[in-house]
């Protein structure tokens, strides 16, 4: 089955990303939560790559080990940052080997302490290169490119970041995978600029339950994702109660996951974050078409 064969076909495709544990302690939850999260037959895992490939080996673990444990297909993200063409393709080849099924293709945000993405000499500049390449040299993986709803924040306009994409997907991008949001009516927007653009590959909204509300706060600053009033409301009447917090995020995010469902979405991306209660109670509350 291929990538985009997981999204099409009458097929809903559920897909998980992981990131790379860095104790033994983490390491245990994660494996728990992949666990857990077989219950509701997904369609793939993803893991994140560390800038300049900082977790290279650890990601290539993980998403081995989820292969090998439940024989599912595997994406490993790759990025751009610190990396050159010849390093690239030497992780692509190790990824092959190690059984990936699929890559997320990203350019990446620039290091830490810089403001702006600088390509390494014989580096690639952006993402749609990264695509090319990986559909030139190896065009057995499946690949995964992102998608903005509410625009990347680099982007000089809404248009241009549209046309980003469309570059992505017309270098040989198979789905797009949103950037989390938090209003419905972004996504719906945005995949219908997609389809009048004639971006034709399936778009999946990635979706990550927030249970507390520092964390809200936190995704607010980094990503700049809008928060809608009804979902500040709900944290704010939990006051500084974590429980309840918990219970207004779980009761946002299944509001927000049947609404895409509803809406005719051909799967949803969970952001775990390595843990799987508040996703485990959303797949549970919401009904897959």
């Known amino acids: 089955m291929?990538?985009?064969?997981?999204?099409?076909?009458?097929?809903?495709?559920?897909?998980?990303?992981?990131?790379?544990?860095?104790?033994?302690?983490?390491?245990?939850?994660?494996?728990?939560?992949?666990?857990?999260?077989?219950?509701?037959?997904?369609s793939l895992i993803t893991c994140t790559y560390g800038a300049g490939g900082s977790t290279r080996g650890t990601t290539l673990d993980v998403i081995e080990g989820v292969r090998s444990r439940h024989n599912l297909p595997v994406a490993s993200h790759l990025t751009c940052v610190g990396s050159t063409v010849d390093e690239l393709r030497d992780y692509l080849r190790e990824a092959r080997d190690r059984g990936v099924s699929a890559i997320v293709a990203l350019r990446g945000d620039p290091p830490k302490g810089e403001t702006a993405f600088?390509?390494?000499?014989?580096?690639?500049?952006?993402?749609?290169?990264?695509?090319?390449?990986?559909?030139?040299?190896f065009p057995e993986f499946g690949i995964l490119v992102a998608g903005y709803p509410e625009t990347?924040?680099?982007?000089?306009?809404?248009?241009?970041?549209?046309?980003?994409?469309?570059?992505?997907?017309?270098?040989?991008?198979?789905v797009v995978v949103t950037q989390l949001f938090y209003d419905n009516a972004d996504f719906f927007r945005f995949r219908d600029r997609c389809g009048a653009l004639g971006i034709t590959?399936?778009?999946?909204?990635?979706?990550?339950?927030?249970?507390?509300?520092?964390?809200?706060?936190?995704?607010?600053?980094?990503?700049?994702?809008?928060?809608?009033?009804?979902?500040?409301?709900?944290?704010?009447?939990?006051?500084?109660d974590e429980a309840a917090q918990f219970e207004a995020g779980v009761e946002f995010?299944?509001?927000?996951?049947?609404?895409l469902i509803d809406g005719g979405v051909p799967g949803i991306h969970f952001y775990v974050l390595n843990k799987s209660t508040a996703t485990v109670r959303v797949l549970r509350d919401v009904a897959v078409r």
């Not at 306009?157 to 017309?170: G, I």
């Not at 995010?253 to 609404?259: D, L, M, N, P, T």
């Open 201 to 240: 590959q399936p778009i999946v909204p990635g979706v990550m339950p927030v249970t507390n509300y520092a964390q809200v706060r936190r995704i607010a600053s980094l990503c700049k994702a809008r928060l809608p009033e009804d979902f500040t409301r709900g944290f704010e009447a939990a006051g500084a």
């Open 2 to 42: 291929s990538i985009k064969d997981a999204y099409e076909n009458s097929r809903f495709g559920l897909s998980f990303e992981l990131f790379p544990p860095k104790t033994p302690e983490s390491e245990a939850m994660m494996w728990r939560t992949v666990d857990d999260l077989m219950a509701f037959d997904p």
């Open 253 to 259: 995010a299944s509001r927000q996951v049947q609404g």
């Open 118 to 137: 600088t390509p390494v000499a014989d580096g690639l500049r952006y993402a749609s290169e990264l695509v090319a390449l990986i559909r030139s040299e």
């Open 152 to 174: 990347h924040q680099e982007a000089v306009s809404a248009d241009a970041d549209l046309e980003n994409l469309k570059r992505k997907c017309d270098a040989g991008g198979d």
